[in-house]
């Protein structure tokens, strides 16, 4: 009886061996679920009642084209209806269903209509998520005028937008708001104003950095003199040699000789000597 089971056991062992020997059957896949294509939501454009005022403003800037012509109309009629715009200005700033040239359009506008009784709303929109709103709202400011909000324009300062950074250095610039120098002079230090050149794998200034030089000079940052005769004298900063030398010439009063940049760099050497011993 032993031998039988052990006979079964080795026919067993065998022909499972066998079966592995000649590859283990395949399993087919099973067929993949067709899944049906999202198609894309389309927006329904709101309706605008043509017989207010408020539903004719809404609806030209919801319609607004990148034409000169449609632009003019539009504000033609926001300035004759005056204050009685504002609700549907404020409408356009705040609802993103409006295209952004509109809700910059707005922004303006507000301005125009409400002048510095509108920069505080307009104002809040300085740290709205789209830039586009952020730029809106500092070139508004500036247009009115608003140095009371130099703070948040030294805020901005540090915008991940380049291009907000830069309209936020302009009002501050523009504005002469000197105390906010010192906010201008860290741009110089912040990353943010660099690139890596693919080519020379090299960091890079963006032109920025030219407008923040150039800027300190404006201000008449005095901090600023000392770094700024050390660069002028170094070819590193060659390419920024006039922007330095402007800004020299507004913090020290003193203009530097007609020649070439052996002759500028040697007076303002002097001029640095000069300033140390006093």
Excluded: C
């Excluded at 389309?42 to 607004?64: E, M, R």
């Excluded at 247009?143 to 937008?161: I, Q, V």
């Excluded at 050390?230 to 070819?235: A, L, P, S, V």
């Amino acid at each position: 009886m032993k031998k039988v089971l052990t006979s079964l056991a080795l026919i067993s062992v065998v022909s499972t061996s066998a079966v592995f020997a000649k590859g283990a059957p395949t399993i087919a896949p099973a067929p993949a679920k067709k899944t049906a294509k999202a198609e894309p939501v389309k927006k329904i454009a709101p309706k605008f009642d043509q017989t207010t005022l408020k539903g004719q403003i809404l609806s030209g800037f919801y319609h607004l084209g990148n034409d000169k012509d449609s632009k003019a109309i539009l504000k033609k009629k926001v300035i004759k209806a005056g204050g009685d715009a504002v609700p549907a200005l404020v409408e356009v700033m705040k609802k993103d269903i409006y295209p952004d040239n509109s809700r910059w359009l707005a922004t303006m506008m507000l301005g125009r209509v409400m002048g510095k009784k509108g920069a505080a709303y307009i104002a809040r929109f300085m740290e709205h998520p789209s830039w586009v709103l952020r730029m809106a709202s500092l070139k508004t400011l500036l247009a009115l005028n608003a140095k009371e909000y130099g703070g948040y324009f030294a805020k901005l300062l540090k915008d991940s937008s380049f291009i907000v950074r830069h309209q936020a250095l302009e009002n501050i610039r523009l504005l002469g708001l000197n105390q906010y120098a010192p906010h201008v002079w860290s741009m110089l230090y912040d990353k943010k104003n660099y690139y890596e050149s693919k080519k020379s794998k090299s960091v890079k200034r963006t032109n920025i950095i030219k407008n923040v030089v150039t800027a300190v000079g404006d201000l008449k940052f005095e901090k600023a003199s000392d770094p700024l005769f050390k660069m002028i004298q170094k070819d590193r900063y060659e390419d920024m040699f006039h922007e330095i030398e402007y800004s020299l010439e507004q913090i020290t009063g003193k203009k530097s000789p007609k020649g070439d940049r052996k002759i500028k760099r040697r007076f303002w050497k002097k001029q640095s000597t000069a300033a140390l011993t006093l």
